[in-house]
């Protein structure tokens, strides 16, 4: 029996105040939710992997924010959040050449041990979505990096999955957010998610304002554009 994918339909975004403390209580904390099928989809990746490409050993929850802090502003920041846009533009558009040039300078850009890891958790998450129907832009992709002639990088195989799904810009990049903290701090699962500045919410949102998208930037426009209001 082929396995049931859920379908995202664009939603206007939540009025999630951000709370600018970095120890904030739970269970209203922003980012203590998600979206339930998307920690479905990543559950082969958790299983398999003990970090994408964020990494931390730390045991208290002060020096994982450290860590995470690093990690956003040396990584998701310059480089992931960029490649995750350009990624979800390529495969709205159907144009899988630009997606295939998005995932060859994500390999360039980061370094090889990072690259490693995402290719890995790339590949698990291909192999997670084989059973979905009308792959479009993701099937495409599949196919490049069977072959060999595409890296397979997890952000770029993100993208195309949240195309298909319609996800929205602002979900695309706090759920690849929210993976990144779960894998890495399996080991300490009593670890709140990250708040504020360093929220998933809040560091999307930051990302989205870089590449100069302001309004309503959670609902997918007809065109396949960034909405904005």
């Known amino acids: 029996m082929s396995t049931r994918f859920p379908v995202r339909r664009p939603q206007p975004a939540s009025a999630v105040p951000v709370d600018i403390r970095l120890h904030a209580p739970l269970p209203n904390a922003e980012g203590a939710g998600?979206?339930?099928w998307v920690q479905w989809l990543f559950q082969s990746v958790r299983a398999q992997r003990t970090a994408l490409i964020f990494q931390t050993d730390a045991v208290e929850r002060v020096q994982a924010l450290?860590?995470?802090?690093?990690?956003?502003?040396?990584i998701f920041l310059p480089v992931l959040a960029p490649a995750l846009l350009r990624g979800w533009r390529s495969a709205q558009q159907g144009d899988d050449a630009a997606l295939a040039v998005c995932d060859k300078e994500l390999n360039s850009s980061l370094p090889s041990a990072l690259a490693e890891r995402s290719i890995a958790g790339g590949a698990i998450l291909l192999d997670q979505t084989r059973?979905?129907?009308?792959?479009?832009?993701?099937?495409?992709?599949r196919v490049r990096v069977d072959d060999g002639t595409s890296p397979g990088h997890?952000?770029?195989?993100?993208?195309?999955?949240?195309?298909?799904?319609?996800?929205?810009?602002?979900?695309?990049?706090?759920?690849?957010l929210r993976e990144e903290w779960i894998v890495a701090t399996q080991h300490c699962p009593h670890h709140e998610v990250p708040q504020g500045p360093l929220g998933f919410l809040g560091l999307s949102t930051k990302a989205l304002h870089a590449a100069g998208i302001h309004g309503d930037f959670?609902?997918?426009g007809e065109s396949g554009s960034l909405s904005q209001t």
């Open 34 to 36: 998600g979206l339930a």
């Open 66 to 74: 450290v860590d995470w802090q690093r990690f956003t502003e040396s």
């Open 131 to 141: 059973g979905a129907k009308y792959q479009a832009a993701l099937g495409r992709f």
């Open 154 to 176: 997890l952000a770029m195989v993100w993208s195309a999955v949240a195309v298909l799904f319609q996800i929205p810009p602002l979900d695309l990049l706090s759920e690849y």
């Open 218 to 220: 959670s609902v997918v």
